[in-house]
């Protein structure tokens, strides 16, 4: 049995990246009616997901080395995130991020 997916520390990180993703995910369908401020807030909101879930890959990635549920998680992960053409999730959550910045870039320029 893992450890790593089984301790208190994982399933409350796990715990507070799905309620931020559920968050996010109700207000993405209002985009188009926000004003610029809250469009802005809403991709720092996102940003902030994905920093949630870096941390959270960094430390799969540590648990990895000794935890066989980890490692295997982990494989799976990056076998997707090769599915869609990145090396791994860093890789994908660094391109996320890009595009979260361009889109506030634009919306600020639209002033």
């Given at each position: 049995?893992?450890?790593f997916?089984h301790?208190?520390?994982?399933?409350?990180?796990?715990h507070?990246?799905?309620?931020?993703?559920q968050a996010?995910a109700?207000?993405t369908?209002q985009l188009?009616?926000?004003?610029?401020?809250?469009k802005?807030k809403h991709?720092?909101?996102?940003?902030?997901l994905?920093?949630?879930?870096k941390t959270?890959?960094?430390?799969?990635s540590?648990a990895?080395?000794?935890d066989?549920e980890?490692?295997?998680m982990?494989t799976r992960?990056?076998a997707l995130?090769n599915a869609?053409?990145y090396?791994?999730l860093?890789?994908c959550?660094e391109?996320?991020?890009?595009?979260l910045e361009q889109?506030?870039?634009?919306?600020?320029?639209?002033?």
């Amino acid at each position: 049995m893992s450890n790593f997916f089984h301790s208190d520390q994982v399933q409350t990180d796990l715990h507070s990246i799905f309620e931020t993703y559920q968050a996010i995910a109700n207000k993405t369908s209002q985009l188009p009616m926000m004003s610029k401020e809250d469009k802005l807030k809403h991709i720092e909101e996102c940003k902030g997901l994905i920093d949630k879930q870096k941390t959270f890959y960094t430390r799969l990635s540590l648990a990895a080395y000794e935890d066989p549920e980890a490692a295997d998680m982990k494989t799976r992960i990056n076998a997707l995130s090769n599915a869609f053409g990145y090396r791994d999730l860093t890789d994908c959550m660094e391109a996320m991020v890009r595009t979260l910045e361009q889109a506030a870039q634009q919306e600020i320029d639209r002033s």
